[in-house]
Nanobody, 112 residues
Framework: QVQLVESGGGLVQAGGSLRLSCAAS?????MGWYRQAPGKQRELVAT???????NYADSVKGRFTISRDNAKNTMYLQMNSLKPEDTAVYYC?????????WGQGTQVTVSS
């Protein structure tokens, strides 16, 4: 059983920055961040493999950076140049032995 604990959300003005963290227990392979805005479907933000290969949604490329510390089993999302359209609940996702786990979500609100 994998448990995920997220932190780092909050309220920030447009153009500002936030850093999200996701601490995981257990063996994790691919980790990622997803987000869900009100009235919209959950969408991929970024993923990272245990080897450090990354993938980003086009909407965040050049602004967000995903990283992980395998020794601490922790993943991060550095979000810069935030826009109001980045407002959403951000969810940590982790895949372990073909099972997908989700964090509880953390709210990110970007004011204009």
């Amino acid at each position: 059983q994998v448990q995920l604990v997220e932190s780092g959300g909050g309220l920030v003005q447009a153009g500002g920055s936030l850093r999200l963290s996701c601490a995981a227990s257990g063996s994790i392979f691919i980790m990622g961040w997803y987000r869900q805005a009100p009235g919209k479907q959950r969408e991929l933000v970024a993923t990272i493999t245990s080897a450090g290969s990354t993938n980003y949604a086009d909407s965040v490329k050049g602004r967000f950076t995903i990283s992980r510390d395998n020794a601490k089993n922790t993943m991060y999302l550095q979000m810069n140049s935030l826009k109001p359209e980045d407002t959403a609940v951000y969810y940590c996702n982790a895949n372990s032995y073909a099972v997908s786990y989700w964090g509880q979500g953390t709210q990110v609100t970007v004011s204009s």
